[in-house]
């Protein structure tokens, strides 16, 4: 397949609607209605149920769809990739959740720095779930990410450090003066929902709580008393007088890793997990 074919059927695989996927792709829809009828053919399966109702994936089509972002990804991670190598100064991106590690990110940008020779490193701060999407399409090349909130399948990886999580709650709440809380007891809490966080598509899953994008939006809902979270230990530092922490000792352990893909020959990245398994 090429990648052209691939780009078409993603769009009308999301779209399912072939003029929407046609006005998304810039062209008609009469050729791109050719392209994937000559895709299935080559294939020999059907990809998509087309009915006067309205257009849906086959079983064989939801697994292209997902091969073929896969596939789409790797080669625009390899274009960034090549171009950032070839410039005039290389550098190191690393992505890391905004807020997330804070004193590790400090100190390994530190150590690193004072590597002899050591390039420039590009930190970029963002949401929770985007570094493991930025380090799969090459805009960044090493990533903190934390199991089990992030999926590490398809990189190497190295442990830096291992956590017990708590619930931040508003100082005040009954709760707050509890020595402990089970995960259970958080969940049930009508009166003080769990954040709602959006997926790598943008949207947000259904449920009562509030839609966050950060942690400063979490925490001033969480001093309204209008949401808790259960959060890495580690956040403690970030904290007020008007939020209270209580263990949750039945909560999933955190791990902080670090994270590359796997064929890459940088030995700036290779320098840079030193560092950080170093530290």
């Known amino acids: 397949m090429e990648t052209r074919e691939m780009r078409y059927f993603v ?17 008609a829809q009469p050729p791109l ?26 079983e064989a089509g939801s697994v292209l769809l997902r091969e073929a972002r896969n596939a789409l990804d790797a080669v625009e991670a390899a274009e960034r990739r090549t171009r950032r190598a070839g ?3 290389p550098g190191v991106v690393l992505a890391t959740k905004a807020g997330a590690s804070r004193e590790l990110v400090s100190k390994l940008l530190d150590a690193y720095a004072a590597e002899p020779g050591a390039p420039a490193v590009e930190v970029m701060l963002c949401g929770p779930g985007e570094p493991e999407s930025l380090l799969r399409n090459g805009r960044a090349d090493v990533a903190l990410l934390h199991r089990p909130y992030d999926t590490t399948a398809g990189f190497d990886t190295e442990d830096l450090h291992t956590e017990p999580q708590v619930v931040v709650l508003p100082a005040g709440h009954p709760l707050a003066a509890r020595a402990q809380v089970s995960l259970a ?53 970030q904290l007020r007088d008007d939020h209270a922490v209580v263990p949750v000792p039945d909560a999933p352990a955190v791990t902080t890793v670090i994270a590359w893909p796997p064929h890459s020959r940088s030995k700036a990245v290779a320098d840079l997990v030193r560092t950080a398994t170093r530290l």
């Open 11 to 27: 769009a009308v695989a999301e779209e399912l609607h072939f003029g929407r996927a046609a006005q998304r792709l810039s062209m």
């Open 33 to 58: 209605s050719r392209a994937i009828q000559r895709l299935e053919r080559r294939l020999g399966v059907v990809l998509l149920h087309r009915t006067t109702r309205g257009t849906a994936l086959t």
């Open 87 to 89: 410039a005039d100064r």
């Open 185 to 237: 007891e958080v969940n049930d809490r009508a009166d003080l929902p769990l954040p709602r966080w959006p997926g790598q598509d943008g949207s947000y899953p259904d449920g009562p709580g509030p839609q966050v994008r950060d942690m400063t939006q979490l925490l001033q809902l969480i001093s309204l008393g209008l949401a808790c979270a259960v959060v890495p230990e580690s956040l403690r530092s």
